[in-house]
């Protein structure tokens, strides 16, 4: 048995998804203090990144060209860096673990918007995880044409932020996609909302599960 398998007991793991600019942060943020004043424990990570290792490479998939392999070899390399000294650590001595991105991403970037094969993403996500998958994962829906408008009013864009409507469109669909093959697993929020109404579904979303 592996040693991730082994410690695959204990907390809960909550993912944060969606195209950039659905405000996924700031709820990230606001469920993280929610949790604490509610007595528990919380670590608060992201993807790509969440160790030492996984930090640097997230800076090499942000900001040098490359190819869809790359991409994704990169990103799941630093994802079992962070599975094995973040996320499975945490969750073995109880902590709720909140994940801005996790593999969903993974499949709706490279392989919804890039086009890349799900069948070799599936073989990594195999390899790299071995079964792991959060308890539930909070998809942030936004057009990508209001998610554009919202990115542009706050910051530069990276690697990823200044594609276009095209390429978010089929990342939207490869979340679509993911939440079709696991719907237990995800919530799907309508992010256009106002911030109010977006953090009342997530609260609906956590009392809706049997472990909460």
């Known amino acids: 048995m592996s040693a991730l398998a082994r410690a695959r007991t204990g907390g809960r793991f ?3 998804e969606g195209i950039d600019g659905a405000g996924k942060s700031t709820h990230i943020a606001t469920l993280q203090r929610w949790l604490q004043a509610r007595g528990h424990e919380v670590v608060l990570t992201r993807e790509p ?14 900001h040098q060209p490359m190819d869809a392999l790359c991409e994704a070899l990169l990103i799941f390399a630093a994802r079992r860096d962070h599975l094995q000294t973040c996320i499975e650590p945490a969750l073995a001595r109880g902590a709720t673990v909140l994940c801005d991105r996790f593999t969903d991403a993974t499949f709706a970037y490279q392989g919804g918007g890039r086009g890349f094969n799900l069948q070799v993403l599936a073989q990594l996500e195999a390899w790299v995880q071995e079964g792991r998958q959060p308890d539930l994962t909070l998809w ?4 990508p044409a209001v998610a554009a408008a919202r ?15 095209a390429f978010f469109g089929r990342v939207r669909d490869g979340y679509l996609q993911r939440m079709t093959a696991a719907p237990q697993r995800f919530a799907r929020l309508d992010a256009a909302l106002a911030p109010e109404a977006v953090w009342q579904q997530i609260e609906a979303a956590l009392e809706a599960q049997p472990w909460w």
């Open 14 to 16: 909550i993912s944060f």
């Open 151 to 165: 990115r542009s009013a706050v910051r530069s864009p990276d690697r990823f932020e200044s594609q276009d409507d």
């Open 49 to 62: 990144g969440g160790s030492p290792l996984a930090e640097q490479l997230r800076e090499l998939v942000l």
């Open 140 to 143: 942030f829906d936004l057009p």
